[in-house]
């Protein structure tokens, strides 16, 4: 399985960018895909996860009613919307993907694939 990111980049506060996440590979008919940030000095958090059977998304507190993901199954693609952006959104942001579900569903741990990353900064 392979994720490639596309996207990111500066953005004003107040601002909006989307974030695309391809898959490509093997893939079982049940994974899912999610986004993940991490920030200097941070640990790798959770931001939203799309579960691929049935499209329910999950999201961190932080990002909940300002970020959102959809996945385009024709292209095997995962977006991440995010509006209204704000300083702390800064961090270098990864896609990963899974074979199955597993929970907590916003834990890194539970996710073997990853994509390079994108940096995105907001100021």
């Known amino acids: 399985v392979q994720l490639v990111e596309s996207g990111g980049g500066p953005v004003q506060a107040g601002g909006s960018m989307r974030l695309s996440c391809a898959i490509s590979g093997h893939t079982d008919s049940n994974y899912c895909m999610g986004w993940f940030r991490q920030a200097p000095g941070k640990e790798r958090e959770g931001v939203a996860v799309i579960l691929f059977n049935d499209q329910n998304t999950y999201y961190a507190d932080s990002v909940k009613g300002r970020f959102t993901i959809s996945q385009d199954n024709s292209e095997k693609t995962v977006y991440l919307q995010m509006n209204s952006m704000k300083p702390e959104d800064t961090a270098m942001y990864y896609c990963?993907?899974?074979?199955?579900?597993?929970?907590?569903?916003?834990?890194?741990?539970?996710?073997?694939?990853w994509g390079q990353g994108t940096q995105v900064t907001v100021s």
């Open positions: 990963a993907a899974e074979n199955g579900i597993s929970w907590p569903i916003l834990s890194r741990a539970i996710y073997h694939y």
